[in-house]
């Protein structure tokens, strides 16, 4: 199993524009969800998914969106980029809720200039 | 709402020496506790998790954790720390009454084992 993988690793983009992180895992998880992590403020959940076609907002969901229209895959989309989303994204996923711990993928590193 | 509190930003550790690093949470229902570990560059890996049962919980890498309810802490501790263990660990709580089973972390410690 590859588990949890993210692409890209790293992006640089300016102000404005609009990109789409990828997160896909192959261990039919039914959980999935989307962190940003800064220095010191840990994680926090930007958006999550507890199946194919449903949805909810985070701690920081705000120009972000995201869609899950398969079990698989769980992409991000910045819809136009501001230096303060200039962060290191982590994609994880889990089997179910309550109990289960999450697998993370590798992150991507945002900079918005 | 959840939340969890780490209070020290870096432990600083002698190898060979025990090492324990706090957390501390509040949930309105029974907590689920879990411990990550973040190495340089690298996403979150798993340690171990408290769900139920026994307050004391073995995990990877000779880690261990004890569960105390009266004191709502989950601290994290290791016998005998090797420069290996050098890493960034997060505290994590999950309310289990919470449907949508959302995960909040602390904010992280900062672990430094000299030889």
């Known amino acids: 199993n590859a588990g949890v993988t993210q692409t890209p690793k790293f992006q640089v983009l300016k102000t404005g524009q609009s990109m789409t992180l990828q997160c896909a895992q192959d261990?039919?998880?039914?959980?999935m969800s989307w962190y940003r992590q800064d220095p010191g403020m840990g994680l926090r959940l930007i958006h999550y998914?507890?199946?194919?076609?449903?949805?909810d907002q985070g701690e920081v969901p705000n120009g972000y969106n995201v869609s899950r229209s398969t079990t698989e895959d769980f992409p991000l989309r910045l819809l136009s980029a501001a230096p303060s989303q200039t962060s290191v994204y982590f994609c994880?996923?889990?089997?179910?809720?309550?109990?289960?711990?999450?697998?993370f993928g590798p992150g991507t590193r945002l900079t918005v200039t | 709402a959840q939340s969890v509190a780490q209070p020290e930003d870096q432990v600083n550790v002698a190898e060979g020496n025990p090492l324990t690093v706090k957390c501390t949470y509040s949930?309105?229902?029974?907590?689920?506790l879990f411990w990550y570990v973040q190495y340089p560059n690298r996403g979150l890996q798993f340690l171990l998790k408290?769900?139920?049962?026994?307050?004391l919980v073995k995990g990877s890498y000779g880690f261990e954790a004890e569960f105390n309810k009266s004191q709502t802490s989950f601290h994290l501790k290791k016998p005998s720390a090797l420069v290996s263990d050098s890493a960034l660990y997060f505290c994590?709580?999950?309310?289990?009454?919470?449907?949508?089973?959302?995960?909040?972390f602390g904010a992280g410690t900062q672990v430094v084992v000299t030889p």
């Open positions: 994590a709580v999950r309310d289990a009454t919470d449907s949508w089973g959302k995960l909040q």
């Open positions: 994880a996923s889990s089997y179910g809720r309550g109990s289960y711990e999450q697998y």
């Open positions: 408290y769900i139920t049962g026994d307050n």
């Open positions: 261990m039919n998880h039914e959980y």
């Open positions: 998914s507890v199946g194919a076609g449903i949805t």
């Open positions: 949930v309105s229902g029974n907590p689920y």
